[in-house]
């Protein structure tokens, strides 16, 4: 185990945001190495199956057409792993991905790699690129056995490799009586242990870059990560987003009495609104004043309206019991009708919560 782990409280670094690949939105590397320390959610012995896809020739495409052409080659490869597989799908390096399949029979994997495998080869030429574009080799773990760490390291390292440049689709079944050297086994199982402890060492460290340390909720830079993910995940998806933008109304006051009374009121806040939220739903502090945003995924202006009406009810309630009773005023803005990428959203958002608040407060508004 990496030297000063023991010192990381695990059991408080949960938050998803470190474990997802910010380009793609897919898990990532520390993600896949907790799944397979945790036998893949202890999976009660289904039918389990690994595909790993990888993109091929990335370095000579992003040298040719330039990175963001490969990066949005890579967002796609993501999108469409995740949608034909309906797994949870990991990004562990570059150009390579693996999608959990968990569940169905292994027969049921296989066909829904080969549809993968179709639809990303097919696909290619409207990235103008020649086929393949993808390499996919699909384990096939046994039933009624735990999923070893070694052997999963192991065959994704030494059996996701092609022989020729022809062959690019192929059928492993892993045979888990195979045993590894003792010092290969500890290699492997120490290597993986060393990722999952950088992840959370990681995540202790920067976690303090990306929290608000007043409220506990994320802050704005990843707010951002966040709301630029969750477009891009809408735009692919064809379905609606919204951003609730929330700003206390005249908690100066608060501040005149102490900077403390003033640090309370916006943990106050936070809680209050956080109780409102959906589990998807994500809450955090906007800049460093009186404002949060609330980014609603899978939710149309009349939907985030109505919750925009609820949050500013549910703080009029609550602050009846506080030093002050306050209230909030909300702009909603939603995504595709009021912007089409993170500026325009968050610019007409600003919009109408400047309009909740030159008619009067305690009001939310929304475009319609």
């Known amino acids: 185990m990496a030297a000063g782990s023991d010192a990381v409280n695990r059991a408080e670094l949960q938050n998803p945001f470190f474990r997802t690949d910010l380009l793609t939105g897919c898990s990532n590397l520390v993600g896949f190495s907790e799944a397979i320390d945790n036998d893949f959610g202890n999976r ?21 057409k330039g990175r963001a052409f490969g990066d949005s080659l890579l967002r796609w490869f993501g999108f469409a792993i995740k949608d034909i597989t309906r797994s949870n799908v990991y990004r562990i390096t570059g150009d390579d991905f693996v999608a959990v399949m968990i569940g169905e029979t292994h027969e049921m994997h296989a066909q829904k790699a080969r549809q993968l495998y179709k639809q990303l080869n097919e696909n290619a030429k409207q990235f103008g690129l ?39 689709f192929k059928i492993i079944h892993i045979d888990e009586t195979l045993k590894l050297s003792y010092d290969t086994a500890q290699a492997i199982v120490l290597m993986s242990k060393r990722i999952t402890d950088l992840g959370y060492m990681l995540e202790n460290t920067f976690g303090l870059a990306y929290t608000d340390p007043i409220s506990g909720s994320p802050n704005m830079i990843a707010i951002q990560h966040k709301l630029d993910l969750a477009l891009r995940e809408a735009a692919q998806q064809d379905r609606p987003l919204s951003v609730c933008l929330v700003d206390g109304d005249d908690l100066r006051r608060y501040n005149s ?29 906007w800049r460093m004043g009186d404002e949060f945003i609330v980014i609603l995924p899978d939710t149309n202006s009349r939907q985030a309206s109505a919750i925009g009406e609820r949050l500013r009810a549910a703080v009029e309630r609550a602050s009846q019991r506080w030093l002050y009773p306050t209230t909030i005023s909300v702009g909603v803005a939603s995504f595709p009708a009021h912007g089409q990428n993170t500026m325009e959203l968050l610019l007409k958002a600003e919009q109408f919560l400047k309009s909740a608040k030159e008619a009067g407060k305690n009001k939310v508004v929304t475009g319609g």
């Open 44 to 64: 009660s012995r289904q039918p389990l199956s690994l595909v790993a896809v990888d993109a091929c020739n990335l370095k000579e495409i992003n040298k040719v």
């Open 130 to 168: 020649n086929s393949p574009i993808a390499r996919l080799s699909v384990f096939h773990f046994p039933l009624n056995q735990p999923s070893d760490a070694t052997m999963v390291w192991k065959y994704l390292n030494e059996k996701h490799n092609f022989s020729s440049s022809s062959e690019s």
């Open 257 to 285: 009495v102490g900077y403390a009374a003033g640090d309370d009121i916006i943990r106050k806040l936070n809680a209050t609104l956080a109780a409102v939220l959906r589990p998807e739903d994500f809450l955090g502090r």
